[in-house]
């Protein structure tokens, strides 16, 4: 099978059966590669009714059909999972080495099932797969972990591994590879920890069946050459990801202080410029990238100073803006705490803004908390980091993440636990930003922003780039009220564009940023697979696993529907006090009204559940079943 390394790699760690299978054609047909195939067998295999932290759960790592091979940003691996954040559908990605290097092993897939009696790593050089003794890593960092595998593997082994986070069951505990790339989001890393899986280690030496590899080739060398030519393309890696941060303040969607408002008056101490001027060793990038987004310095600060790949926008805003830290050196050590503990900086941010707010509201009390704990402050931050990490005090709670966590407090701390679904809510404030509202809102791992990125057309009116949109700057002046009808068709546009390339096993990045051409795909697919699919045959397969991974959820979590897409209170009570959004806010109607939209617009009921009609319309017929026996039980 062209494109594809063609096989699926089992390893069931309860009875330590290791076993190869052949990938299936159809499948491989049918849904792509990576996120793809992490949907359809999650909802082929997953046995009903278990725990995502129990033996019974699957965490798979797949790889897709352009992973590893000469094309820009063809480094994407892809993890999935019955989530311990929100117990629905989860994936999350991740750049780096790590798919290429599984394909060179002779595997698509990788999944991992059962539960180890003690701590292990797998270990797979080519066809030589094993479950190893981790008892001289587990307990150690994620970075340290990684370095001293390859230190004992040789360092042509690529490593992912957790952290003591994830070890300790943490929510959203990430997996961690490359020293600085994670598939943050979710909870995958408290699987694998759920699993005693401290590791998989992967050494590669084959090759990937290439249909027309001299094509492929030649193809691939134009590709580099039209990204070099792309206007922007000297600008946007100097700053990466971060150098949105300037623009984001100045049209008023960062979050800060706990999402209490979307300016922070700081922003440029914390911007893409300050990673340069303070931080910046070098770039790093993923396999084959020419655009590489990764910063790699070192931080100084009060309680110490660090190696550390990023900070990237996300960690800016969630440390810088929710936590309110108040410089890049505070920002990176965060950072880099997150990264040796194994927890996501994104949902370890939103934590911790919520529980300095409990703190200050009087909802948490001192005892509790264990010391004072407040905004703009490491020490907060790096306390609270550690206790979570290790379940400790206030971190049991904390480790649970926001929804549960505010469950438990109660006294309305749910107002302002800023999550949808169960994960907490990444770098964009929306309020007058209706579109990405909705783009959170019905995310299907919850609040994410990488399923769909419109804020574009909610600010500017238009699909300009963040190239462009960097370029441009914001006036910081005050912006008028942001239409909310007619939001639904650019969300579902690009909630089938962005997966995509979670499917195909690629960097979305040089599309989304620099306006790669979509012909360079359709024609480089032909080439590896030898099969011909125009960019609109590849965007009917990122449909068809958006309705599979919503219906997963419906079929998984009791009760899920409309509800579940709801935002926080504080996003429909509260309008913005301060910046260029000051005094705007979504009504609950308006909120409504975009659910209304965009249910209609997909195909689904009122409650959000996907008809038959539409589930036959896109292939997913054997789905229909399970969906209408859902839909006849009540709602708890
Ligand atoms: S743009 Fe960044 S995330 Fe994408 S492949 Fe390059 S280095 Fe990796």
């Not at 590669?33 to 997953?46: I, P, S, T």
């Not at 952290?163 to 699987?191: L, N, W």
């Not at 390339?501 to 697919?525: K, P, S, W």
Request: net charge negative; proline share 5%; aromatic share 10%.
């Amino acid at each position: 099978m062209y494109g594809y390394a063609g096989s699926v790699l089992r390893v069931n760690l309860s009875t330590g059966e290791i076993r190869r299978e052949p990938l299936s054609e159809e499948m491989a047909e049918k849904y792509l590669g990576g996120r793809g195939f992490v949907a359809k067998m999650l909802y082929d295999e997953l046995p009903p009714d278990i725990e995502p932290l129990g033996e019974k759960n699957m965490v798979l790592v797949a790889a897709g059909p352009l992973t590893g091979l000469f094309l820009p940003g063809s480094g994407k691996t892809h993890f999935g999972t019955k989530s311990p954040a929100t117990g629905g559908y989860s994936d999350s990605n991740m750049g780096g080495h790590f798919g290429p290097t599984l394909k060179y092993a002779g595997y698509d897939v990788l999944v991992v099932t059962g539960k180890a009696p003690a701590p292990c790593y797998l270990f797979v050089e080519d066809e030589k797969v094993e479950i190893r003794a981790a008892d001289a890593y587990w307990g150690k960092g994620a970075i340290t972990t990684e370095e001293r595998l390859k230190n004992d593997l040789g360092k042509d082994f690529q490593v992912i591994t957790i952290g003591p986070a994830g070890e300790k069951g943490v929510r959203y505990a990430c997996i961690s590879h490359d020293f600085g790339r994670q598939a943050g989001r979710t909870g995958v890393g408290a699987v694998f920890g759920s699993k005693n899986l401290k590791a998989v280690a992967v050494k590669g030496t084959g090759g990937i069946p290439v249909f027309d590899a001299e094509g492929a080739y030649r193809k691939g060398k134009e590709a580099y050459r039209a990204l070099f030519a792309k206007p922007g393309f000297e600008g946007w890696t100097p700053e990466g990801t971060a150098g949105i941060t300037n623009w984001v303040n100045e049209v008023g969607v960062f979050p800060t202080r706990n999402f209490q408002t979307s300016f922070a008056e700081h922003y440029k101490q914390i911007n893409g410029k300050a990673i340069i001027e303070k931080l910046k060793i070098t770039d790093k990038g993923c396999f084959c990238c020419p655009i590489p987004c990764g910063k790699y310095g070192h931080t100084t600060t009060k309680l110490g100073s660090a190696y550390v790949e990023g900070p990237e926008y996300e960690t800016i805003a969630l440390f810088g803006g929710c936590c309110l830290l108040q410089s890049i050196e505070e920002v990176a050590y965060a950072n880099h705490l997150c990264d040796e503990w194994g927890i996501d900086t994104i949902s370890a941010g939103g934590v911790i803004g919520w529980a300095v707010e409990c703190f200050e509201k009087g909802l948490i009390s001192r005892e509790q908390m264990g010391r004072d704990v407040r905004f703009a402050d490491l020490e907060t931050v790096a306390y609270l980091l550690e206790k979570i990490a290790n379940r400790e005090g206030i971190g049991d709670l904390l480790a649970e993440g926001v929804k549960v966590a505010a469950q438990r407090v109660g006294k309305g701390s749910d107002t302002f636990a800023i999550h949808v679904k169960g994960l907490e809510w990444s770098g964009y404030e929306c309020r007058n930003a209706p579109g990405m509202m909705l783009a959170y809102m019905t995310a299907d791992v919850g609040a994410h922003h990488n399923r769909a990125w419109v804020l574009g057309h909610d600010v500017a009116g238009s699909g300009a780039s963040v190239h462009d949109l960097i370029t441009a700057g914001g006036t910081g002046e005050r912006l008028p009220k942001s239409p909310v009808p007619g939001k639904s068709a650019k969300v579902i546009e690009m909630q089938h564009v962005r997966p995509l390339f979670d499917a195909l096993g690629i960097c979305r990045l040089q599309y989304m940023e620099l306006g790669f051409e979509v012909t360079h795909y359709e024609e480089i697919f032909h080439l590896v697979t030898g099969k011909k699919m125009s960019w609109e045959d590849m965007l009917q397969v990122s449909e068809r696993i958006w309705h599979l991974t919503r219906a997963i959820s419906v079929r998984e979590i009791e009760g899920f529907g409309r509800s579940f897409d709801y935002p926080p209170p504080r996003f429909y009570t509260e309008p913005i006090p301060t910046g260029p959004n000051r005094g705007h806010c979504l009504s609950e109607e308006e909120l409504q009204a975009l659910l209304d939209e965009y249910y209609q617009a997909r195909g689904w009921d009122k409650n959000g559940v996907p008809t038959r009609e539409t589930l036959e319309h896109i292939g997913l017929g054997e789905v229909a079943a399970d969906m209408e026996e859902k839909r006849r039980k009540p709602k708890s």
